[in-house]
């Protein structure tokens, strides 16, 4: 089924649209004529003047080839004036444009977008936005321009008209604050400095740090694209398609446009990595960051990307030093305001420990240097319970041990464990790389903020929680830190009621029939 006609207009005053033949329209006397091809492009694109108006025909317009020159006529009407953008063309895709007005003595009220010749109506994407003085902003996007011959002769892009009286200011350009603008994956290595993160600003679709009529080219471009997990599922969050899939819906249409016009202007300049505890987390968009400490800017990289979602990776100095607890960023836009935060990163906590190969005497027979290690590990005990994670040449060799309490909090206690080496009898372990983590439900905070997994299972964790190996709050601390679209399971039964409430989905396993009732034992690898 064809599509109906794409016209748009982003409603942020009173606005009216309509459509009108454009085609083959004579050229208005006075117009200040710029020909593309016959200058350099300024940094702001093709001026054209007539009298109080100023027209700029973005550089963008011609990402995907075409020329075009612009000429504007002005006349009075009833009560104000009517400005006409008409465009001598060749093979044009796109004509993204803005026109600068006097705001003090006069207000936009209406645009009439016209059609183009050779193009028909429903393959034309555009966006008019009238409710930004001093500057009407206005795109039109042939669909899948890429492969289109665009249009060519002279025809009519835009009519305004303006009504007598100054313009009402509009909201300052934004920093991000919405859900959909949120950092979901930000990843960090606290030793190495390293802050990995994806782009996300709904609404800028073409990745250059700030939403502007630009943004619909890339609608264009990818027009009637599916996720390939079919609608309505969406697109995976590392590609193009999730970046201007605007409405998440998996499928690139017209409805992707609305969002340009709800974030309009929103700009990302830069980021602020902050560390501290997670109680300084602000929880809220526009709340503070609590007593946590800025480790380090991140400026928006110079880099153009069209094929999938920008990525950042950096390394921040201040995070070398930072002695644990939280990691997060925030977007800062042009007023040096701060947006919504990104997902909140748990930083382990590192121990000096005491390692050593264990020599033995087995049946007489005397063993040096053998395959089994020792840690000796000094902890300090705390309030909550504490979970040991140990890996020995980047191998887990100890997962999730509790640290369980042996005196008062703030007593030092001394534990010894055993390891699996991995090497032969006889070979001496000069040495070892070995990390260890001391914080409850650390691994799983870790899998849950770390944005590479879709599906995270906490096995038992209901059982845990419930013989206080970790409190019921550290079990829904994980379920409110989970970002959007995954999917956190957890299992084990008797749940306490408050997981129950905080939970999509409750599936209570009752046994119908089981082979233990007719004298028959677990199998081998399989319930044992």
Not at 89 to 108: F, G, I, N, S, V
Not at 146 to 169: I, M, Y
Not at 316 to 329: K, N, S
Not at 380 to 386: F, I, L, R
Request: glycine share 10%.
């Amino acid at each position: 089924m064809q599509r109906q006609a794409l016209v748009v207009v982003v409603l942020l005053l009173a606005t009216a649209l309509c459509s009108c033949g454009g085609s083959g329209a004579s050229l208005p006397a006075g117009s200040v004529q710029v020909d593309p091809l016959s200058m350099p492009l300024a940094a702001d694109g093709v001026v054209t003047r007539q009298g109080a108006f100023q027209v700029t025909l973005l550089d963008a317009s011609f990402s995907h080839g075409g020329r075009a020159e612009l000429l504007v006529e002005e006349r009075a009407i009833d009560g104000g004036h009517e400005v006409t953008v008409t465009a001598r063309a060749e093979q044009l895709r796109a004509a993204l444009l803005t026109l600068d007005y006097p705001a003090e003595r006069m207000h936009p009220v209406e645009g009439v977008e016209a059609v183009w010749p050779e193009v028909p109506a429903d393959q034309l994407v555009r966006l008019t936005v009238l409710d930004s003085p001093p500057r009407v902003h206005h795109g039109t996007v042939v669909v899948h321009p890429q492969e289109s011959s665009g249009a060519s002769g002279t025809f009519e892009l835009l009519t305004v008209r303006f009504a007598d009286g100054a313009a009402t200011p509009r909201r300052v350009a934004a920093v991000p604050t919405g859900a959909g603008s949120a950092i979901p994956d930000l990843s960090v290595e606290a030793s190495s400095g390293q802050v990995a993160f994806s782009y996300y600003n709904l609404g800028d679709y073409n990745q250059n740090s700030l939403v502007e009529v630009a943004d619909i080219t890339p609608i264009g471009v990818h027009w009637d694209e599916k996720s390939p997990d079919l609608p309505p599922l969406p697109f995976p969050p590392d590609s193009i398609g999730s970046v201007v899939d605007g409405n998440s819906n998996g499928l690139i249409e017209v409805a992707d446009i609305t969002p340009i016009g709800q974030n309009w202007e929103n700009a990302c300049e830069r980021w602020r990595v902050y560390g501290g505890s997670a109680d300084d987390y602000p929880a809220e968009p526009t709340a503070g960051n609590g007593d946590a400490t800025l480790l380090g800017t991140i400026e928006f990289p110079a880099e153009t990307v069209i094929d999938r979602r920008l990525t950042i990776d950096e390394t921040v100095d201040g995070l070398v030093a930072f002695d644990g607890g939280a990691v997060w960023l925030r977007p800062v836009g042009s007023a040096d305001d701060e947006g919504i935060a990104s997902n909140l990163v748990v930083l382990p906590t590192y121990l000096d420990l005491d390692i050593y190969q264990v020599d033995y005497t087995l049946d007489g027979d005397s063993v040096t240097d053998s395959e089994f290690g020792m840690v000796e590990l000094t902890y300090e005990v705390g309030d909550a319970p504490q979970y040991f994670n140990l890996t020995f040449n980047d191998e887990w060799v100890i997962e999730n041990v509790p640290l369980l309490p042996a005196g008062e909090a703030g007593t030092e206690t001394t534990v010894s464990l055993m390891i699996p080496l991995d090497v032969t009898p006889g070979t001496d372990i000069a040495e070892a790389d070995i990390a260890a983590a001391r914080e409850g439900l650390d691994r799983v905070q870790q899998a849950v903020s770390g944005g590479k997994y879709d599906v995270v299972v906490i096995d038992e964790g209901n059982a845990a929680a419930r013989c206080g190996l970790f409190s019921v709050e550290d079990l829904l601390d994980v379920l409110r830190r989970r970002p959007k679209g995954m999917e956190l399971v957890i299992t084990g039964r008797e749940a306490d009621p408050r997981v129950l409430e905080a939970a999509d989905l409750v599936t209570e396993m009752t046994e119908v029939k089981h082979f233990s009732k007719r004298g028959l034992h677990a199998g081998t690898r399989i319930e044992k």
